[in-house]
């Protein structure tokens, strides 16, 4: 009920907005101010809604801090958390809302659903201002099946997803295609959490010089299936299966089986906000190449064992996302990898953030390079993969803003 005032008051809030709210400029310079921190929002069609409210690109002078993350749903859409965290008077005053949009669901269907949920946050801090004499309230009432109803799923929160596609390119000398199918159903629940996911895709590219053609040709097949089960706010384990054939890496056949145990230093239900957790998993992989290895090997089976770090972070100040994984095979330690992947952006004053995104890997476990040199055509064509002990990319930057904080006009002229 409390809920249901609050929406009816705030429909009416704008129902009568420009006469009864603001009927001088100069009030808006005395409503709360707001600092939107979302990377996935339409600012632009946010300020046309809301045209009548303070929005700041400095989160120094707001008054709320509003800060949007999101989690992937069982269902392949996205849960939205929106964090009003509130600064200055309104200290101590945070509230959280959540809004699910699905898979089916348009750009617009979301930012349209977001700005809902904006309004209904944004009224609580309208209400405690001297604004709260120019609401009114009207309560409706709502027909409809009862809150507690239970729907009836007949799918029993099965989700399948089925996609394919394709590419081509032509010119005179060279001409390229590429297919992708995949298959995926899903089923999550609190207590489980079960994927299961097939692909197939080939790639061929062809090049024409003097009469002579060279072609690429590489394919790619895989089967995953994952069963995770959650044992406690904390804790969770999982069973992971996987089969592939990757014509890139030498690979025919490749199985692998592994058990895995989790432990995540804050409780899940917080993850849109922080995750620190650490994973542990031991299994086997077993393989058989399509040409000879540089070990002389055509198959072979291998325990390994691995252990990864997680830290993410989603805070007023910016966004942190960082793993650390090492893994080797049990009986050669010395066939090892280790991978680092961070991605971070950081406000560092008003006016500079920083932004990050790395991705690097330490190798010793190459077992599948093929015996013999690699032709010119293999390495130009990228035919397979080429022997290395490390693999890096790295993106980035720094973003510097100055002039108005209080620039709120939208004008979308050519």
Same mark, same amino acid.
């Given at each position: 009920?409390?809920?249901?005032?609050?929406?009816?008051?705030?429909?009416?809030?704008?129902?009568?907005?420009?006469?009864?709210?603001?009927?001088q400029?100069?009030n808006k310079?005395n409503?709360?101010?707001f600092?939107l921190?979302?990377?996935?929002?339409?600012?632009?069609?946010?300020?046309?809604?809301l045209p009548?409210?303070?929005?700041?690109?400095?989160?120094?002078?707001?008054?709320?801090?509003?800060?949007?993350?999101?989690?992937?749903?069982?269902?392949?859409?996205?849960?939205?958390?929106?964090n009003?965290?509130g600064? #200055?008077?309104f200290?101590?005053?945070d509230h959280?809302?959540?809004?699910?949009?699905n898979?089916?669901d348009?750009?617009?269907?979301?930012?349209?659903g977001l700005?809902?949920?904006?309004?209904?946050?944004?009224l609580?801090?309208?209400?405690?201002?001297?604004f709260?004499?120019?609401l009114?309230?009207?309560?409706?009432e709502?027909?409809?099946?009862?809150?507690?109803?239970l729907?009836d799923?007949?799918w029993?929160?099965?989700?399948?997803?089925? #996609?394919?596609?394709?590419e081509?390119?032509k010119?005179?000398s060279?001409n390229e295609?590429?297919?992708?199918?995949e298959?995926?159903?899903d089923k999550?629940?609190d207590?489980?959490?079960?994927?299961i996911?097939a692909?197939?895709g080939?790639?061929?590219?062809?090049?024409?010089?003097?009469?002579?053609?060279?072609?690429?040709?590489?394919?790619?097949?895989?089967?995953?299936?994952?069963?995770?089960?959650?044992l406690?706010?904390k804790?969770?384990?999982?069973?992971?299966?996987?089969?592939?054939a990757?014509?890139?890496?030498?690979?025919?056949?490749?199985?692998?089986?592994?058990?895995?145990?989790?432990?995540?230093?804050?409780?899940?239900?917080?993850?849109?906000?922080?995750?620190?957790?650490?994973?542990?998993?031991?299994?086997?992989k077993?393989?058989d190449?399509k040409?000879?290895t540089?070990y002389g090997?055509m198959?072979?089976?291998?325990?390994?064992?691995?252990l990864r770090i997680?830290?993410?972070?989603?805070?007023?100040?910016g966004?942190i996302e960082?793993?650390?994984?090492g893994?080797?095979?049990?009986?050669d330690?010395?066939?090892?990898?280790?991978?680092l992947?961070s991605?971070?952006?950081?406000?560092?004053t008003?006016?500079l953030s920083?932004?990050?995104?790395?991705?690097?890997?330490?190798?010793?476990?190459?077992?599948?390079?093929?015996?013999?040199?690699s032709s010119?055509?293999?390495l130009?064509?990228?035919?397979r993969k080429?022997?290395?002990?490390?693999?890096?990319?790295?993106?980035?930057g720094?973003?510097f803003t100055?002039?108005?904080?209080?620039?709120?006009?939208?004008n979308e002229?050519?």
């Amino acid at each position: 009920m409390k809920n249901l005032i609050r929406i009816a008051m705030f429909c009416s809030f704008f129902l009568t907005y420009p006469y009864s709210v603001y009927p001088q400029e100069e009030n808006k310079t005395n409503a709360p101010k707001f600092f939107l921190d979302c990377h996935e929002c339409d600012f632009t069609f946010v300020r046309q809604k809301l045209p009548f409210i303070s929005f700041v690109r400095d989160p120094k002078l707001a008054d709320v801090h509003l800060l949007v993350s999101d989690s992937k749903t069982g269902s392949g859409g996205k849960k939205y958390f929106l964090n009003f965290i509130g600064l #200055r008077a309104f200290e101590g005053q945070d509230h959280q809302y959540e809004f699910i949009a699905n898979q089916s669901d348009t750009e617009d269907d979301i930012r349209n659903g977001l700005l809902k949920y904006f309004k209904i946050g944004i009224l609580h801090y309208y209400s405690k201002t001297s604004f709260l004499n120019d609401l009114e309230i009207d309560l409706k009432e709502k027909s409809g099946k009862p809150k507690n109803q239970l729907l009836d799923d007949p799918w029993k929160l099965w989700v399948f997803q089925i #996609r394919s596609g394709g590419e081509f390119q032509k010119e005179e000398s060279q001409n390229e295609y590429s297919l992708q199918t995949e298959i995926r159903t899903d089923k999550i629940t609190d207590a489980w959490k079960t994927r299961i996911e097939a692909s197939y895709g080939i790639r061929r590219e062809n090049y024409f010089d003097d009469g002579e053609s060279f072609t690429n040709k590489q394919d790619e097949k895989q089967i995953q299936a994952n069963f995770i089960k959650s044992l406690s706010s904390k804790w969770s384990y999982g069973i992971f299966a996987e089969y592939s054939a990757n014509s890139y890496l030498n690979i025919s056949n490749s199985f692998s089986l592994d058990g895995a145990v989790e432990y995540n230093f804050f409780p899940w239900a917080e993850s849109n906000r922080r995750v620190f957790s650490l994973a542990y998993a031991a299994g086997l992989k077993t393989y058989d190449y399509k040409d000879e290895t540089i070990y002389g090997k055509m198959s072979e089976r291998l325990p390994f064992e691995a252990l990864r770090i997680k830290l993410e972070l989603v805070q007023p100040w910016g966004t942190i996302e960082t793993s650390l994984e090492g893994r080797h095979f049990m009986n050669d330690f010395s066939k090892n990898r280790l991978t680092l992947e961070s991605d971070f952006s950081v406000r560092l004053t008003k006016q500079l953030s920083v932004y990050s995104e790395i991705q690097s890997e330490i190798i010793h476990d190459q077992l599948y390079l093929p015996k013999g040199d690699s032709s010119v055509e293999d390495l130009l064509l990228k035919r397979r993969k080429l022997a290395t002990t490390y693999e890096i990319r790295c993106e980035f930057g720094i973003r510097f803003t100055f002039g108005s904080a209080f620039n709120n006009i939208v004008n979308e002229r050519f």
